[in-house]
C-alpha cells in the first residue's frame, strides 16, 4: 500500500469507524489495521509496520502508555499520535514520556486529525497548544527537576534555549521565526541542533524533556 500507512488503537469500535472514514477521505492517508487494545497494538505494529499509530491513552490489557513504551523499545519508525480529553492529561504526561509524538484532542476537527497525521509522517512532533497549556497548569509544574536533564540542557545557547521554550509552548517553526524575527529556515536550524545536542527524537521529546530540566516551569 502507498501513502501513510496508519493503524488505529482505540477500544471504542465506533471512533475507530470514524476516524478511518475521516482518514480515508484523503488521497496520501491509509488505515492498515485496528486494534482495540493495547497489546494488540504492540502486536500489529510489529506485523503491518505502520507510518503512524493512533493510540488511545485508556485501553483494556495494557493501557496506551505502555503500549506506546513498548513499541517504541522495539526500535519501530512508526510514531505514535495520542488522541485524548481533558481528563486524560496525566496520560499524555506519561505518554510522552514513553515516548510518544504528540497528542490531539479527540474532539479536534477532521481536518485537524489530517494535518496531525501527516506532520507525525513527515518526521515532526505534534503538540496541541490548548492541552499543553492545560498539562502545564495541572502537572508539569509538579515535576520534580532531573540532574541528567539539566544537564542537557546546559548546552544549548540562550537562543537555542529560548527557541525550546517557544517549542513547549507548542509554537511551529513558522510561529517561532515570526515571533523571534528570524527566517522559517533559521527556526528549523535552530530545532534541528537542539534536538540533536540533547538527544531527543523528536519536538515531544525535547519538550519532555524541557519540563525535567527545568527550563521551563
Known amino acids: 500500500m502507498s501513502g501513510i500507512r496508519v493503524l488505529l488503537a482505540d477500544d471504542d469500535a465506533l471512533l475507530r469507524a470514524g476516524v478511518a472514514v475521516v482518514l480515508g ?14 497489546l494488540d497494538a504492540v502486536r500489529l505494529c510489529r506485523e503491518l509496520t505502520p507510518d503512524v499509530v493512533l493510540m ?3 485501553m483494556p490489557g ?16 512508526a510514531r505514535v499520535l495520542v488522541l485524548t480529553t481533558f481528563r486524560d492529561d496525566e496520560y ?9 509524538s504528540g497528542f490531539l484532542l479527540k474532539r479536534s476537527s477532521p481536518e485537524r486529525l489530517i494535518d496531525a497525521v501527516r506532520t507525525l509522517a513527515a518526521g515532526d512532533a505534534l503538540i496541541d497548544p490548548t492541552v499543553t497549556r492545560d498539562l502545564v497548569a495541572q502537572f508539569v509544574a509538579r515535576v520534580p527537576v532531573a540532574a541528567p536533564e539539566r544537564a542537557l540542557l546546559d548546552q544549548l545557547t540562550d537562543r537555542e534555549a529560548q527557541v525550546l521554550r517557544l517549542i ?22 535552530h530545532v534541528k541542533r537542539i534536538l540533536a545536542k540533547i538527544g531527543a527524537r523528536d519536538r515531544a521529546q525535547a519538550v519532555v524533556l524541557a519540563y525535567r ?3 521551563v516551569r
Open 25 to 38: 477521505s484523503t488521497d496520501d492517508i491509509v488505515v492498515v489495521g485496528e486494534a482495540a487494545d493495547g
Open 56 to 58: 488511545d491513552v485508556r
Open 62 to 77: 495494557i493501557d496506551g502508555i505502555e503500549a506506546t513504551r513498548r513499541v517504541v523499545a522495539t526500535g519501530s519508525a
Open 92 to 100: 499524555v504526561w506519561g505518554a510522552l514520556r514513553a515516548g510518544a
Open 168 to 189: 513547549a509552548e507548542g509554537r511551529s517553526n513558522e510561529e517561532i521565526a515570526e515571533l523571534l524575527v528570524i527566517a522559517e529556515s533559521t527556526a528549523k536550524t
Open 213 to 215: 530540566g527545568g527550563l
